[in-house]
Antibody, heavy 114, light 109 residues
Framework: EVQLVESGGGLVQPGGSLRLSCADSGFTFSTYWMGWVRQAPGKGLEWVANIKQDGSEKYYVDSVKGRFTISRDNAKNSVFLQMNSLRVEDTAVYYC???????WGQGTLVTVSS | QAVVTQEPSLTVSPGGTVTLTCGSSTGGVTSRHYPYWFQQKAGQAPRTLIYDTSTKHSWTPARFSGSLLGGKAALTLSGAQPEDEADYYCLLSYAGPRVFGGGTNLTVL
């Protein structure tokens, strides 16, 4: 059974940092692109970042470039999202996503507020 | 970055058929965009219905199908049920970046 379990969300002040993790199982993690998707309250889905199988290519939505960094550890079947210089508008549920049959995690809430 | 367009809202009668579409600002959608379709009900995480244009998940009801139609990706619902009322999102791949459409709110009425 494929499982993606996110962790690391929480409340942070503007300008702060958080690191999201996603632990995956049930598929050959190292052979698929991985990504992070977010959904702000009452809004649609937004692709945030994705990373190639070997980590050699990474892509980001314009609004997070220079602030967020996606990475992966294939030995630990995990993908991460380091979020720096957080803004109020980054408040959202963040989902981990695998391109292995397009499985999703259940999401972790990030709230940026003073 | 590319812009992916969907109908903001659609209404279908119970038992009826409706087609949701997904277009790209860069031109026609092809199989190389690997179109995905997701369903999201209120308060729930998104659920994948279709990937790679037309491949269904084990949980995807048979009444949903994916295709390419007139230069767009399409999700067709044949025989709509009340439980199909939800938001539907498409996702397209652009070699590296991925882009979501704005979503279609589907009402079954």
């Amino acid at each position: 059974e494929v499982q993606l379990v996110e962790s690391g969300g929480g409340l942070v002040q503007p300008g702060g940092s958080l690191r999201l993790s996603c632990a995956d199982s049930g598929f050959t993690f190292s052979t698929y692109w991985m990504g992070w998707v977010r959904q702000a309250p009452g809004k649609g889905l937004e692709w945030v970042a994705n990373i190639k199988q070997d980590g050699s290519e990474k892509y980001y939505v314009d609004s997070v470039k220079g602030r967020f960094t996606i990475s992966r550890d294939n030995a630990k079947n995990s993908v991460f999202l380091q979020m720096n210089s957080l803004r109020v508008e980054d408040t959202a549920v963040y989902y981990c996503f695998t391109e292995f049959r397009a499985y999703w995690g259940q999401g972790t809430l990030v709230t940026v507020s003073s | 970055q590319a812009v992916v367009t969907q109908e903001p809202s659609l209404t279908v009668s119970p038992g009826g058929t409706v087609t949701l579409t997904c277009g790209s600002s860069t031109g026609g959608v092809t199989s190389r965009h690997y179109p995905y379709w997701f369903q999201q009900k209120a308060g729930q995480a998104p659920r994948t219905l279709i990937y790679d244009t037309s491949t269904k998940h084990s949980w995807t009801p048979a009444r949903f199908s994916g295709s390419l139609l007139g230069g767009k990706a399409a999700l067709t619902l044949s025989g709509a049920q009340p439980e199909d009322e939800a938001d539907y999102y498409c996702l397209l791949s652009y070699a590296g970046p991925r882009v979501f459409g704005g979503g279609t709110n589907l009402t079954v009425l």
